[in-house]
Structures are given as structure tokens and as C-alpha cells.
């Protein structure tokens, strides 16, 4: 027998054995169970949907981690003249965990997995449904005629979305702002850096009208505030410590000014204009500080009487209030916004107004190292409202593309997350132990998403699953330039 003869016929045996692996799974407490499945037409993936069937009934299954296995096959024997030779197979497996989804919740041994239909799984998954709002944002990944709906009362924790640059964030957490206002009564404030969401109250074209009918109601109460319109702020609603940083003072280095900045911006309410007309020469030291600062200079303070986005915040409640970051011209005046509509929230927690705060770019807004002390005064904002928000009803929802750029107060403090395509192994690394309850076996996937695709797990989602957004119904504030410039010339 030639040595292509003799692999040949080890193929084939080890073929015929692998082929005859069965597709069986077993659970010892009718939640999680094992599976084993042969490599030949292997229809089970990570994160797919099973019909477990056994004696005592069917029930709907996850799997969430396959992994190819080896086990000790049957002892061959093969004789070569006087010597006799000995050896076992090594046979090739697909073995795996799942979770039961919707079953009786009784042990099953050896039940014959197989790939469930979308109608079987939309079945299981509408049995299983809370009474609670449901937020339809797409289809899911692995079952793709069967709706994605997350439970709108899981805002009621903190959510993490991250994903990198390009992976559909932005667009994705626009589709679920539009179904909190549709669905919801949930008060929205909207930190937006990139003026994303400017348009959140303009339809696109083309859609239904009953749904068009329906938003155009939900989005009355959304108002948008930018440089120029509304988005204003007087120095003395400010906290004393933020007030003085935005003036770049240290409360110990700068003992004198801070309590002046604090008596006469703070207390009696001054503008920096009003300091020009006053006769102390301190007050004057504290408005050319301002100006050598550029902080005078600043499009942002409400110079005239005008309303202010605190106020906003605080009084007029809007319910949805999207606060134009973007539109102010620098960073100075960014983080002060930001902080200023942080502390607002904070402070008027005691009312007990479920608010969702929806931070696009986080990194920014609540970053681990801040690089000024207004930024990092805005962090320390966010990590309070992370760590105590939740019982005053104010819930964060986070978005960015660097996961170990927020502060990491923030991000462990999230229950819920989000994850749409990364790269990065040291990100994901970082996401899997933030984020232990989501099996690996389904983070794996995570590099190979397309846009619009992600992983939800977490109190909004009835189980870890992979979604794929939907189409948004209102127009996107700045979509991604076009990439015609690449267009084909031949
Ligand atoms: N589900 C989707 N359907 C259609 N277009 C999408 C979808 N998701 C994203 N896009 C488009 O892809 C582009 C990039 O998406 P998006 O701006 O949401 O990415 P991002 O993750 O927020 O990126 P960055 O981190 O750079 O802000 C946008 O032009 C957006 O219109
Ligand atoms: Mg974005």
C-alpha cells in the first residue's frame, strides 16, 4: 500500500467516524447545557439559536462558545509483517455551552440540537417578552426576519456603547434615541460634540406615514441648543470649583482670587464685563486675567439677559434637549458646557426626574486623564452621576471608541452595553473583563462586525445577542463625507 493509499483510507475512516458525531446537548439545570456536534455540516455558531428537542418537549437554546475539540477516538491496529502497530484515532469535534432561552426549566440529557428558524425563535423570544416598552432597532444578526427589540426599562442602568471609528455609533445611537422618544416618555439630554443630532427632530424621506404621524409627535418636545441659540451660560451658575478653573485658578495656590471669584462672580452674580467697571483693583486683576485668558472672549456667556442652557436643564425640562457642543468654537467652551449641564443634573437630583444623559465621544467629556482642570472637574461630574445617579433616576449612556479612554469609574458602573466593531485586542480585553457577563465565546465576534452591526447584552437586552440596526427615520447631523473621491476612473 503506497503512502496515499494508506492516508486515503485513514481519511476515510476518520471521516466516516467524524460524520457520525451526533448534534446532542445536555443540561444538568435546564439553563445552560453542553453540545457536541460533528465538524461535517456543522449548522451551530456562537451566539446562533438552537430547538433543543427531547423526549419531554423542545425548548429554544443559545449557543454561546464553539470551539473545535479533539477526543481520543477508537484503538486502529494495523499489521506490518511481523510487527504489529497500535495507535488511537484522534477524532475532530465541534463542542460547545449554550443557554436555554425559553424552556420549562427541567435538566435534559442528550436532546438533538438543530439550528432554529427565524419564526421559532421570534416565538420563543415573544413568549419571553416583558410587558415593559420595547425599542424595535433592527433585526437580529442570527436570525435575521426576527425583530431586535431592547427593554426600555434596562435604561434604567448605565450603558456603554463603544465601538471604533466608522463602526456605526453615532447612526446607531440616533436609532435608539428616535425609539426612546417614540416609545418612551424618558426625559433625554444629549451631550452632542459633533452636532450629530441637530436634526433629530427632521424626518427623512420616505417614511411611513404613520410613523412619520407618530414622531413628528414624539419630537415636539426636542429642542436644540447651539452657539449663537441658546446655548448660553452665566458664570454664577457654575460650582465654585469650576467657576474658578475655568479662570484657571488653584483653590490653594490662588486663595486670594478663588474666594474673590467666588464672591463676585458666584455670590453677587457679576458678568466679567461688570468687573471692568468696578473700582477694585482686584476685580479688575480678576477681568484682565479672564481676558489674557481668552475666557472674556467666549461666544458662550449669556452677556445680555438671556436664557441659559442651565436653565434649560433646571427649570424648563424639555424632553429631549440636545445640547450643540460642536457648535462652540473651543474646547474651553465645550467642557464648560458640558460640565455646566452635568452639575445642573446633579444638582437638581433631588427632584428624582428619570433623565437619560446621552454622552456621544465620551472620551472626551469624561476622560480617564483629563488634559485641563474644567475637563476633569466634567469627569468627576460624570463619575459622581455613574456611581449615585441611578437612584435619583439619572442614567448614563455613553458612547466611544476607546473604552480605556473614559474614566474607568464611568465604564464599570455601566450595566448595559453596546459593542459594535473593534479591532483592538487590548480593548476588547479590556471590555471582557468590564463587561463579564457577556460570554466570550460571543466578544469574538466583535472584530468581524460590518457597520451597523453589534453585540447588546445587559439589562436591556433579554439575552447577549448580535443586532443589526436599523435604518434611522431622522436625518443625521454630520454623516461621513462621501467617498466618491475613490470612484473608479477606468
Ligand atoms: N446602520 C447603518 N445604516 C446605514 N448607514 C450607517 C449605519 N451605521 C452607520 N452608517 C453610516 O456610516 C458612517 C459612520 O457611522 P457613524 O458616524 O455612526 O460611526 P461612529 O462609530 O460614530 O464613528 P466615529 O467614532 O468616528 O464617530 C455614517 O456616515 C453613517 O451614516
Ligand atoms: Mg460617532
Redesign the pocket.
Known amino acids: 500500500m503506497t503512502l496515499d493509499e494508506r492516508t486515503a483510507d485513514f481519511r476515510a475512516l476518520r471521516r466516516q467516524i467524524e460524520e457520525s458525531i451526533l448534534p446532542l446537548a445536555t443540561s444538568v439545570d435546564g439553563r445552560r447545557f453542553e453540545v457536541q456536534s460533528s465538524l461535517y455540516g456543522l449548522a451551530l455558531e456562537a451566539g446562533g439559536y438552537v430547538v433543543l428537542e427531547s423526549e419531554d418537549g423542545a425548548r429554544l437554546g443559545q449557543v454561546v462558545t464553539l470551539e473545535l475539540a479533539s477526543v481520543e477516538g477508537s484503538e486502529l491496529t494495523a499489521d506490518e509483517g511481523a510487527v504489529s502497530l497500535r495507535a488511537r484515532m484522534t477524532i475532530r469535534i465541534a463542542r460547545g455551552e449554550g443557554v436555554v432561552l425559553g424552556g420549562d426549566g427541567r435538566p435534559f440529557h442528550d436532546a438533538i440540537a438543530r439550528p432554529a428558524d427565524d419564526a421559532e425563535v421570534a416565538r420563543w423570544l415573544d413568549a419571553a417578552r416583558p410587558e415593559h416598552a420595547m425599542l424595535e432597532i433592527?433585526s437580529l444578526l442570527l436570525a435575521p426576519a426576527v425583530p431586535a427589540s431592547l427593554d426600555a426599562a434596562g435604561f434604567d442602568r448605565h450603558t456603554f456603547l463603544c465601538?471604533?471609528?466608522?463602526?456605526?455609533?453615532?447612526?446607531?445611537?440616533?436609532?435608539m434615541l428616535e425609539r426612546l422618544l417614540l416609545e418612551t416618555d424618558l426625559r433625554l439630554v444629549v451631550l452632542d460634540p459633533?452636532s450629530?443630532y441637530v436634526r433629530l427632530a427632521a424626518l427623512r424621506p420616505g417614511v411611513a406615514e404613520d410613523e412619520a404621524v407618530r414622531y413628528a409627535e414624539a419630537t415636539r418636545g426636542v429642542v436644540v441648543r447651539r452657539a449663537g441659540d441658546g446655548l448660553r451660560l452665566r458664570l454664577r451658575e457654575l460650582q465654585p470649583a469650576t467657576r474658578a478653573a475655568v479662570l484657571d485658578l488653584d483653590p490653594v495656590a490662588d486663595r486670594e482670587e478663588f474666594a474673590l471669584v467666588d464672591e463676585l462672580l458666584g455670590e453677587h452674580g457679576m458678568t466679567l464685563e461688570e468687573l471692568t467697571v468696578s473700582e477694585d483693583p482686584a476685580a479688575r486683576a480678576l477681568r484682565l486675567r479672564a481676558a489674557n485668558l481668552g475666557v472674556s472672549a467666549w461666544d458662550i456667556w449669556a452677556r445680555d439677559r438671556a436664557e441659559s442652557v442651565v436653565e434649560d436643564v433646571e427649570q424648563r425640562r424639555e424632553r429631549c434637549l440636545v445640547v450643540d457642543l460642536g457648535s462652540l468654537p473651543t474646547q474651553g467652551e465645550q467642557s464648560t458646557a458640558a460640565a455646566a449641564v452635568l452639575e445642573a443634573l446633579w444638582r437638581r437630583r433631588a427632584d428624582r426626574e428619570p433623565t437619560l444623559i446621552v454622552v456621544?465621544?465620551a472620551h472626551n467629556v469624561c476622560p480617564q486623564e483629563p488634559e485641563d482642570p474644567v475637563t476633569a472637574l466634567a469627569s468627576e461630574q460624570a463619575v459622581r452621576i455613574a456611581a449615585e445617579g441611578r437612584k435619583f433616576g439619572l442614567y448614563l449612556l455613553v458612547?466611544t471608541?476607546r473604552p480605556q479612554k473614559v474614566h474607568e469609574n464611568v465604564l464599570t458602573q455601566c450595566d448595559n452595553l453596546v459593542l459594535?466593531r473593534v479591532n483592538s485586542r487590548a480593548d476588547l480585553a479590556h471590555l471582557a473583563e468590564a463587561f463579564s457577563f457577556v460570554p466570550d465565546g460571543l466578544l469574538g465576534r466583535v472584530p468581524a462586525f460590518r457597520?451597523?452591526e453589534a453585540l447588546v447584552a445587559g439589562k436591556i437586552a433579554s439575552h447577549p445577542t448580535f443586532v443589526?440596526?436599523?435604518?434611522?427615520i431622522a436625518e443625521?447631523g454630520g454623516?461621513?463625507v462621501p467617498a466618491g473621491w475613490a470612484r473608479s476612473r477606468r
Open positions: 433592527g465601538g471604533q471609528s466608522g463602526s456605526g455609533k453615532t447612526y446607531s445611537l440616533g436609532v459633533n450629530d456621544d465621544e458612547s471608541q459594535m457597520q451597523g443589526r440596526f436599523r435604518e434611522r443625521e454623516a461621513d
